[in-house]
């Protein structure tokens, strides 16, 4: 069965970087949907960018727009989330996740994913 193992969590000063992976094992098609969610304590879970894997077409919420970067490695079944510029309110547990499906516009509601890793936790100080 498919897996998501996220990576690259930990704790950084404001304006620091990070650059999370989260890498997919089992079967994957090329076609998908993979986005990065977070959920900060007592908040809703917030996707923050997705990737169409097929095309790399890219969405950014307007809150990491122009700090964060999504990409993938195809051949490595791994996505990634650079992000820079970090601020407080960045802190979070991220999550990666799945769709079987491609994507387009926003970040697809956290419902319509597949597959969850189990987060990985970002603390900006």
């Known amino acids: 069965h498919v897996q998501l193992v996220e990576s690259g969590g930990g704790s950084v000063q404001a304006g620091g970087s990070l650059r999370l992976s989260c890498a997919a094992s089992?079967?994957?098609?090329?076609?998908?949907?993979m986005a990065w969610f977070r959920q900060a304590p007592g908040k809703e879970r917030e996707g923050v960018a997705r990737?169409?894997?097929?095309?790399?077409?890219?969405y950014y919420a307007d809150s990491v727009k122009g700090r964060f970067t999504i990409s993938q490695d195809n051949a490595k079944n791994t996505v990634y989330l650079q992000m820079n510029s970090l601020k407080p309110e960045d802190t979070a547990m991220y999550y990666c996740?799945?769709?079987?499906?491609?994507?387009?516009?926003?970040?697809?509601?956290?419902?319509?994913?597949?597959?969850w890793g189990q987060g990985t936790q970002v603390t900006v100080s």
């Open positions: 996740a799945i769709v079987w499906r491609s994507c387009s516009g926003g970040v697809p509601a956290p419902q319509a994913f597949d597959i």
């Open positions: 089992g079967y994957t098609y090329n076609r998908n949907c």
């Open positions: 990737i169409a894997t097929g095309s790399g077409n890219t």
